[in-house]
């Protein structure tokens, strides 16, 4: 499979949910309802089915390090630029940040990490470390912004998990994997089909969304911005890093062509979770998937 072909259901179904939009066939309330259920519903079940399925040993420790720095680099970059570049409210930071270094390691980076790289063995540890470690930091800062004060409730915050069905889910999900416990199989074959309604809804929600919000809400600048952080400086820090971390020709190509995977919607979804920063999300979803084709054909050449 070529990596334009990676790229056209992402396209087609962002599309559709566009075009189902425009034509309301799907109502003026398509995105919200579609968004809280990949949140509360399909995603949780992906995340803990593909979470208690992952040895949690033998992580590649200076490629993860590598990619990792450069993550949280570039989310730095983004949380801190929102707001001295273009004055982005602190409940808008998290998912600037997000957008700028949250990569699509799911439904994009699997059929990318087959073609490029042969394998997904480095791709499910970038899949660990996002979720158990960038995204709980995400969405802290998000319930934050949910206190009228802006406060930070120790309490609210250790029962985060409970509240919160993507971390729990995930939380259950590396539990069962420790463990080696398993579902029982009805309960199993349940969670595959809300699973697997994960990546399409929140893609036609993300297309329904782009027709309902203002181009005016994400300004051209913010999106070159984020653009330019996702995919053009996270693939350059991911190489800086691993050269210094003396990776082999094999290590650094994963970790160069992992960081240079486009934003993933799942900050889309987050962001219209908790109403902060949809339009900028959706777009930098949008241009980021258009455009990280070009960063990845180039990595692949010339490293690969």
């Not at 992580?59 to 590598?66: N, T």
């Not at 990490?113 to 540890?125: P, R």
């Not at 109403?275 to 979803?285: C, L, P």
Request: glycine share 10%.
């Amino acid at each position: 499979m070529s990596l334009v072909a990676a790229f056209v259901p992402i396209w087609i179904l962002t599309a559709v949910g566009y075009g189902a939009c425009r034509w309301g066939l799907l109502g003026d309330a398509a995105a919200s309802v579609l968004g809280r259920f990949v949140f509360h519903l399909a995603m949780p079940a992906a995340l803990f089915l593909a979470l208690s399925r992952m040895p949690l040993s033998g992580l590649a420790g200076r490629p993860l390090l590598a990619f990792g720095i450069s993550t949280a680099t570039v989310i730095g970059l983004g949380w801190v630029g929102a707001s001295w570049l273009f004055g982005r409210t602190p409940g808008e930071r998290p998912i600037w940040g997000m957008a700028s270094g949250y990569v699509n390691s799911a439904n994009l980076g699997i059929p990318i990490a087959t073609q490029v790289l042969g394998n997904v063995s480095f791709l499910a540890e970038v899949v660990l470390l996002q979720v158990l470690v960038v995204t709980p930091v995400i969405l802290v800062a998000l319930d934050r912004h949910g206190d009228p004060a802006g406060r930070v409730r120790v309490a609210r915050i250790a029962s985060l998990p409970v509240r919160n069905p993507v971390i729990l889910a995930s939380l259950l999900g590396v539990a069962f994997s420790a463990t080696g416990l398993h579902l029982p199989s009805a309960a199993g074959a349940s969670l595959t089909l809300l699973s697997g309604a994960a990546v399409p809804a929140a893609l036609v929600a993300l297309g329904a969304s782009l027709h309902r919000t203002a181009l005016s809400q994400a300004e051209p600048g913010e999106l070159a911005v984020i653009t330019a952080l996702k995919l053009v400086a996270q693939p350059i820090i991911a190489y800086a890093a691993g050269l210094a971390l003396h990776l082999s020709a094999p290590q650094l190509l994963a970790v160069v062509v992992c960081a240079g995977l486009p934003t993933a919607q799942n900050t889309f979804i987050y962001g219209q979770e908790y109403g902060v920063g949809e339009a900028v999300a959706n777009r930098a979803v949008v241009v980021t998937t258009t455009l990280s084709l070009a960063t990845l054909t180039a990595a692949a050449t010339l490293l690969g």
